[in-house]
């Protein structure tokens, strides 16, 4: 399908601006992400309704802990992606060629449908970079809003504010990579820039969707007690104190083999100093973990989410409240009610 958010050159050329890149894209040659093709001076969007991934997945694998916690997401990914991150976890998908993997047809019609046949209350949109499908995006949380669907993004944020404009307006929740707080980093290991990923996170917290954060510690890295307490003071300044954050294990892979995967004392240090700059809710993924993975209240530290790997084991929160009257920012399931089946024509 022709794509949005481009512009074309007098050769020919086109401009993409969908995200920061901007890539300069001629006759027959697709972008840095792979799936935004020239295509007769018009660009084209190649993975549209062409998915590579389709799982049911519990919300808390996005990681998402604080919305819809339990909950089933229907989880759709592509291939491609906008960064190209020497640590990265999907690789496989993310810089494979459109030509390489086996694609499934799910129109938007038919993944909401689906969504709701497996009785699941959102559908996100996650495993490779969904910002470069954001066309595919757009169409499917149009249609799961008039369902009653709530819609996800996993993504790295590196994506334009007129895309964001767009596009967020339609997404419930997001779970945004911020890889590190050091420029040098992103451009060393993931081919981009740190400022207009810090842009992206206000620019789409300013829209309303729901926001927590993920930064993967890489020992010798990112991992340093200066730059966590640069990530930590930049969201409580920027975001608030409210913002659930996530630190994740690195494991060897991809194109860095040689460091050691992440202690979890590493991930115990970092979640100290987050607390202390003032996050009330830090987690840790990709390791064993047992408080480190529950929910707390910041007023009374009642226990009010308990997990145990992905599964919620209970949940104290009760019209968004901790018994002792403190509001805690979670996004509840609400009660099943009728939804409007007449979505194919929209």
Request: include cysteine; aromatic fraction near 8%.
């Amino acid at each position: 399908m022709v794509a949005k958010w481009w512009q074309s050159n007098d050769d020919r050329k086109i401009k993409c601006l969908l995200c920061p890149r901007e890539c300069v894209i001629g006759v027959n040659r697709t972008g840095f992400c792979g799936v935004r093709k020239n295509i007769d001076g018009k660009l084209h969007l190649l993975v549209y309704g062409k998915p590579v991934a389709v799982h049911i997945d519990p919300i808390e694998k996005k990681p998402l802990y604080h919305f819809l916690p339990g909950s089933a997401v229907f989880s759709v990914g592509t291939v491609g992606c906008n960064l190209g991150c020497d640590f990265c976890q999907n690789w496989d998908i993310s810089r494979a060629s459109f030509l390489e993997k086996k694609t499934v047809s799910l129109k938007p019609e038919k993944a909401v449908h689906s969504a709701m046949d497996h009785n699941c209350s959102a559908i996100a949109f996650t495993y490779n970079e969904p910002t470069i499908f954001g066309e595919y995006v757009y169409d499917i949380s149009s249609l799961a809003r008039k369902a009653g669907l709530k819609t996800v993004m996993v993504t790295n944020g590196y994506i334009r504010k007129e895309a964001i404009e767009e596009i967020y307006p339609l997404i419930d929740a997001a779970n945004i990579d911020l890889k590190s707080f050091s420029d040098q980093f992103y451009h060393r290991y993931c081919q981009a820039r740190l400022e207009p990923v810090l842009d992206a996170i206000v620019n789409i917290w300013q829209t309303g969707t729901f926001i927590e954060l993920t930064t993967l510690l890489i020992p010798g890295l990112n991992d340093s007690n200066t730059e966590i307490e640069s990530l930590s003071d930049w969201i409580v300044k920027n975001l608030g104190e409210d913002v659930p954050l996530h630190f994740s294990a690195f494991h060897p892979g991809y194109k860095i083999n040689h460091i050691q995967p992440t202690p979890k004392s590493t991930l115990d240090r970092a979640r100290r100093i987050a607390m202390n700059i003032g996050i009330r809710y830090v987690y840790e993924g990709n390791v064993a973990a047992t408080v480190e993975n529950n929910t707390y209240c910041p007023r009374c530290q009642s226990l009010l989410i308990e997990r145990h790997g992905f599964s919620v084991i209970r949940n104290e929160i009760h019209d968004g409240k901790c018994s002792c009257g403190m509001k805690i920012p979670v996004v509840e399931l609400a009660q099943k009610h009728e939804i409007d089946n007449d979505i194919d024509g929209v």
